[in-house]
């Protein structure tokens, strides 16, 4: 149900972002207003391919339901990564995102052969929370002023998944 992103995917996702504005608001961090067009997706796909990002659609059928992320891909002695993901508010509660973390977490451990994925959420997004620990995710502790999200600096939880 995940598959990389691609250039032509620029427009369904600027368009889903864009149904999605009220939705995500709460959680993310403030959006310039190129990020919700085709332009402004693609230049974000180029950064994040430049950045050794690894940037999945969330396939519901043929459409893009969400996306889930790899990103902070540490070598050495860590072997570890930090994964964010969302779906469209209108396909929330089908299991869509528990699936999609459970093939990234499988990747991670498999085609990057790391040892450790990393998650973090808001203190009040039990829904998150409950896909991570759906996950096998423990919880590591509360991380105080980790993210700037709509304009404030906001307290996480933070998860990890171990590889068996
Ligand atoms: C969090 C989010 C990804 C969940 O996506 P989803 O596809 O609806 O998740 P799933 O259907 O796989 O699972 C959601 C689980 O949370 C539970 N849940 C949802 N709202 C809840 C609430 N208010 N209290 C307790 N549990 C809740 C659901 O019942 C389900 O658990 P269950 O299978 O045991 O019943 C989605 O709501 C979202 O994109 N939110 C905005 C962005 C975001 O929070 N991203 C994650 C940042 S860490």
Known sequence: MIRPVRPEDAEELAALYAANRDFLRPFEPVRPPE???????LARLERQLADDTHPFAILDGESIA???NVFHIVREALQGCTIGYWIDGRRNGRGLAT????????YAFGALGLHRVEAATLVDNVASQRVLEKNGFDRIGLARS????????????LFQRIAD
């Open 35 to 41: 990020f919700f067009t085709a332009e402004g997706q």
């Open 66 to 68: 969400g996306t889930i």
């Open 99 to 106: 699936g999609a973390v459970g093939e990234v977490v499988s």
């Open 146 to 157: 980790f993210l700037r999200i709509a304009g404030d600096w906001r307290d996480f939880y």
